[in-house]
């Protein structure tokens, strides 16, 4: 089993800009996709970005993309997502997750397993 801890998210202004880091342990990922996903209050977990396992494919969903970057290091097995122009409407817990799939199919996957997630909140 994959453990999977999230940090870096806080309190930021509209416009502002934050990087997250998930950082895997348990077992290397290096050969697995990895990805973000959000949690707004009163609403579902949504996908937001993903990437396969050398880095040459990305995918964001279209609310965040132009805005958010996903990167990976996997020397450190870890997952990054930098978030710049953000919108009060991008106020979420964000969550990552790894698949032994692609990177394009962690859009409609759904997971047993999540950490805890870190919070961002975006005032106006």
């Known amino acids: 089993q994959v453990q999977l801890v999230e940090s870096g998210g806080g309190l930021v202004q509209a416009g502002g800009s934050l990087r997250l880091s998930c950082a895997a342990s348990?077992?290397?990922?290096?050969?697995?996709?990895m990805g973000w996903f959000r949690q707004a209050p009163g609403k579902e977990r949504e996908f937001v970005a993903a990437i396969n396992w050398s880095g040459s494919f990305t995918a964001y969903a279209d609310s965040v993309k132009g805005r958010f970057t996903i990167s990976r290091d996997n020397a450190k097995n870890t997952v990054y997502l930098q978030m710049n122009s953000l919108k009060p409407e991008d106020t979420a817990v964000y969550y990552c997750?790894?698949?032994?799939?692609?990177?394009?199919?962690?859009?409609?996957?759904?997971?047993?397993?999540w950490g805890q997630g870190t919070q961002v909140t975006v005032s106006s």
């Open positions: 997750n790894v698949d032994r799939g692609t990177a394009s199919q962690m859009r409609q996957r759904e997971y047993d397993y």
């Open positions: 348990g077992r290397t990922v290096s050969s697995y996709a």
